[in-house]
């Protein structure tokens, strides 16, 4: 929505995120990292929630447009749900069995 003051051209918030930017889509098994009041926590995504889901008492309005990630930490077995928006996608280091050496996941293989 864009108003005008005194002649000039302002942006006025709406409460609505802009369009243009592509929602962030995962799938069950990535690899995530999100920031926690105790700092950054990493984990795996578990399921992808598409509808109202309740937990632990709370309601989370989850929908096909918005999804929500319900995700078990790497270091616990505590599971927790968030939107895509504050999840990143992090890239998993594997041991190569035959040399030892640390490769990223996404990397070609030679």
């Known amino acids: 929505m864009v108003g ?3 002649g000039a051209q302002c942006s006025v918030w709406t409460g609505f995120r802009n369009e243009r930017f ?4 995962f799938k069950r098994g990535d690899h995530v990292e999100w920031n926690s009041e105790a700092g950054k926590v990493r984990g795996t995504i578990v399921k992808k929630v598409v509808s109202e889901i309740s937990i632990k008492g709370y309601v989370h ?4 447009k918005n999804p929500q990630y319900i995700i078990k930490s790497a270091k616990s077995d505590h599971r927790a749900i968030h ?3 504050a999840l990143k996608l992090i890239r998993t280091r594997t041991i190569n069995k035959s040399s030892g050496s640390k ?4 990397k070609a293989k030679n």
């Not at 309005?61 to 096909?64: D, P, R, Y």
Request: a positive charge; charged letters at 30%.
């Open 4 to 6: 005008k003051v005194s």
């Open 22 to 25: 592509a929602m962030k889509s």
């Open 61 to 64: 309005h989850a929908s096909t």
């Open 83 to 85: 939107k895509g928006d």
């Open 103 to 106: 490769t990223g996941k996404n």
